[in-house]
């Protein structure tokens, strides 16, 4: 059979079979119960988990009211800064939320120490990429769970993760769009030129969608990159057009002046409106704002449903 017929077949079958069989997990199965006494719409329960190296770990999970075990849900990660924690993480994103995200099972992991891979204050031989793999595939089995609608996101060192995800094409394959908010993505290097350092990232062959929002006034990880604990942290706006670079989309982007109330220049990438790839960089620059996520009192707008409407629009 020509490549042409067994393409236009591959499609058909797609399309009878539907999309949401298509991207269901192992389990979505009639009837399965949901693990721990987890319930619909319950309280957010703490789960003890072993990662495939053995190290004990353990992670937040929130199953949306909407959730049965016959419709694959979306699955969404929220990683903590650095010296907080899962707790403090689910209050800072709302992803539990259901005014937020009324359908999407939210997880919120722990890091070891308070700290994700990829920061030079994290416990070196902490597999972190390893424990978020283990954690997708005990996800696919246990819960029925949209596979091509994963995410990530994550605040300051739970930001970096998101990125340092986002730069692993082992991982990233399996997580559809990332967003991290006052990301601190230190890069281990002992010269720093925060505008021009060059960003280290496999992403493979992947265009990987990516919203990045960060304060000007941000003291802790400043907007404007420097030097800090003996590694750099690159200029953010440098930062998000290595990123439109890597994913081919150039280093012009259409920019938004002042929205809410004034506070927020966008930048999207690439420049042009009516490119398909229009959108799958985006930046929130907030002004006066400090190392925070963004919300009505800190920001003057929610970053939350900004970031679960960029996840609607991109699926594995
Ligand atoms: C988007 O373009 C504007 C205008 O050239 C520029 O000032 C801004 O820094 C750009 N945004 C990013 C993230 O590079």
Redesign the pocket.
Known sequence: MPASKLTTLFVLTNALLGTAFAASSAGCTANKALPNGQTPGGDTVKVAFTQSDGTARDYLIHIPSTYVSTTPAELIFSFHGHTVDASNQESTSQFSNPKFNPNGIAVYPQGKGDSWQGAPYADKGVNDIEFVKDMISHFKESYCIDTSKIYASGMSNGGGFTATLACDSSVNILIAAFAPVSGAYYIDSSTCTPTAIKIPCDKGDRIVPVIEFHGDADPTIPYGGEKKNKECLPEV?HW??SWSSRDGLGL??Q?THDMYKGKVTR?KFPKDSSDPSFGTVQ?YKTAGLGHTWPTTDSAGYDATPIIMEFFGNYTL
């Open positions: 706006s998000v057009r012009e982007n920019t930048s930046h």
